[in-house]
């Protein structure tokens, strides 16, 4: 139903709250797995499901960096990154369409600092 392409995303507990960085190649498929608890795991032990943030990549290996690189990043920048995408902290993922909303992240107003991290 959905194209299939690398991605990396952030879900989280709450605004502020409880973060969970993962990967995959069809984030559709993934989200309907998070919010519906389908796999034991962190994200639900802890009740973290909402997409706060995403950005997609043109190989699975470009992505897999990027969420190795993400996970050892400082919270504060994890923090800064999801609000230069989504300032509300709203759920990006509409569970009864399957939707995605807003368009991914923009590499080009990224600041480079971070991206070497």
């Known amino acids: 139903m959905f194209e299939k392409n690398p991605c990396v995303y952030i879900l989280a507990s709450r605004p502020n709250g409880t973060l969970y960085i993962g990967v995959t190649s069809d984030l559709h498929g993934r989200m309907f797995e998070h919010t519906h608890k389908l796999y034991p795991g962190f994200t639900a032990k802890y009740g973290v499901s909402t997409l706060v943030y995403y950005e997609h990549h043109v190989t699975m290996d470009a992505a897999i960096s990027r969420e190795k690189r993400l996970k050892v990043w400082?919270?504060?920048?994890?923090?800064?990154?999801?609000?230069?995408?989504?300032?509300?902290?709203?759920?990006?993922?509409?569970?009864?369409?399957g939707e995605i909303a807003m368009g991914p992240f923009d590499q080009a107003t990224f600041d480079p600092i971070w991206s070497r991290c």
């Open 74 to 97: 400082k919270r504060l920048w994890k923090l800064v990154l999801i609000e230069k995408m989504n300032l509300g902290w709203h759920d990006l993922f509409d569970p009864t369409s």
